[in-house]
């Protein structure tokens, strides 16, 4: 299995507040993306990064911010939750060869519920 | 865009019995990769099985095969045997040879009744 970590598993945080989650990766793996999960919508992605410091937006990304300060990092943050945001996240990690972008591995995933 | 499409919200199988769950996608481009992905009930997600475009045989994986129709845009994938523990929600999705991105259908829920 991929080294991957989220944490926490499960927040439970009410409307406004803002809220991090965290993956962490032992693989030294270049990618990292955050996904949601949610009935009928399979998993989408909000952000993803291709390097320490360089991010970009997927498809879902209104309401969150990322950030990748060292390599094993990757930071989903809220600014300010909002009901809407009640989902699980997944992170996904993938290296590169020969210049090709790899599978995709994913973390456990991270419960959460905006109150 | 690419657009990834299960058709099959939910499906079920006997015990021992094979069961096959359809994928199409659509895109313009000629080289590309198609995954299936298992989520069981811990919600792990799973690599099932890959298929590179330009490979005209098909995937296989033990007790699980891919038909893939590059013509018609198809990548089903067929479980032989089914086995209880393979009860759980299957995805497919797709991604660009050049791309560092995937897109995920909506997924397919798959009973296995012993």
């Known amino acids: 299995d991929a080294g991957i970590t989220q944490s926490p598993r499960h927040k439970v945080t009410e409307t406004g507040t803002p809220v991090t989650l965290r993956c962490h990766q032992t693989e030294n793996h270049r990618y990292m993306y955050w996904y949601r999960q949610d009935p009928g919508h399979g998993l989408r992605l909000i952000h993803y990064?291709?390097?320490?410091?360089?991010?970009d937006k997927g498809e879902v990304s209104d309401g969150y911010s990322v950030s990748r300060s060292k390599t094993e990092d990757f930071l989903l943050t809220l600014e300010s939750a909002t009901s809407s945001q009640t989902s699980v996240y997944f992170c996904?990690?993938?290296?590169?060869?020969?210049?090709?972008?790899?599978?995709?591995?994913f973390g456990p995933g991270t419960r959460l519920l905006v109150l | 865009a690419q657009t990834v499409t299960q058709s099959q919200p939910e499906m079920s199988v006997q015990e021992a019995e094979t069961v096959t769950l359809s994928c199409t996608y659509d895109?313009?481009?000629?080289?590309?990769?198609l995954f299936w992905y298992k989520q069981p009930p811990s919600r792990q997600m799973i690599l099932v099985i890959r298929?590179?475009?330009?490979?005209?045989q098909n995937a296989t994986e033990n007790r699980f095969s891919v038909n893939f129709q590059k013509a018609a845009k198809s990548f089903s994938l067929k479980i032989s045997d089914s086995q209880l523990g393979d009860a759980a929600m299957y995805f497919c999705?797709?991604?660009?040879?050049?791309?560092?991105?995937?897109?995920f259908g909506t997924g397919t829920r798959l009973a296995v009744r012993p």
């Open positions: 996904a990690i993938s290296g590169v060869a020969g210049g090709m972008v790899e599978t995709q591995y």
């Open positions: 298929q590179e475009a330009y490979k005209q």
């Open positions: 895109t313009s481009e000629s080289d590309y990769y």
């Open positions: 990064s291709y390097g320490v410091k360089d991010t």
């Open positions: 999705a797709y991604r660009e040879s050049s791309g560092d991105k995937l897109t």
